[in-house]
T-cell receptor, first 111, second 114 residues
């Protein structure tokens, strides 16, 4: 069935450094790829998304890239801050409009 | 974006009982969904709540265990029936509007079954 893999599972960076999280998906018909940030005790919050007709999208310190041929997409956070510490989930929408979530990446930004 | 609230935010229940979780959206939405998130795990879709018809359940989830209602375009409930400790989890409601695929999530209901 449809599957989304995500790496790494945990990531620690120094404040000010960049963080990169990578995902792969299996359904070649997927055309929408959201990223969610989940802080402890809260629901997932959409932080950025990208559609299959776009290769890259940026919003301030956050950027997402998509390689449809390789079925890869990545989240890039620059100039990380302690408040970026959270669990990040990538997701892909299948051909049936069902959203499949990756297993998550726990990001720690060390002051 | 849609603002979603859930009630209760958390509960501790005895095995064999049932709990109904409410989800309220601040605007009319097309689709509403219920997810389960085990501690430290990712999100698993339980079902899609359809307005005016029966919910669509994912493999491994059945209506008798997780009955869902959606009486209008802004409200849905999920009941966790005949609970066991294995039902201890976070239950999340989400919604999307129009033909958009973007889902917005509520804060979740943290359930502990003793």
């Amino acid at each position: 069935g449809e599957n989304v893999e995500q790496h790494p599972s945990t990531l620690s960076v120094q404040e000010g450094d960049s963080a990169v999280i990578k995902c792969t998906y299996s359904d070649s018909a997927s055309n929408y790829f959201p990223w969610y940030k989940q802080e402890l005790g809260k629901g997932p919050q959409l932080i950025i998304d990208i559609r299959s007709n776009v290769g890259e999208k940026k919003d301030q310190r956050i950027a997402v890239t998509l390689n449809k041929t390789a079925k890869h997409f990545s989240l890039h956070i620059t100039e990380t801050q302690p408040e970026d510490s959270a669990v990040y989930f990538c997701a892909a929408t299948t051909s049936y409009d069902k959203v499949i979530f990756g297993p998550g990446t726990s990001l720690s930004v060390i002051p | 974006s849609a603002v979603i609230s859930q009630k209760p935010s958390r509960d501790i229940c005895q095995r064999g009982t049932s709990l109904t979780i409410q989800c309220q959206v601040d605007s009319q939405v097309t689709m509403m969904f219920w997810y389960r998130q085990q501690p430290g795990q990712s999100l698993t879709l339980i079902a899609t709540a359809n307005q005016g018809s029966e919910a669509t359940y994912e493999s491994g989830f059945v209506i008798d265990k997780f009955p869902i209602s959606r009486p209008n375009l802004t409200f849905s409930t999920l009941t966790v029936s005949n609970m066991s400790p294995e039902d201890s989890s976070i239950y999340l409601c989400s919604a999307s509007a129009g033909g958009a695929k973007t889902q917005y999530f509520g804060p979740g209901t943290r359930l502990l079954v003793l």
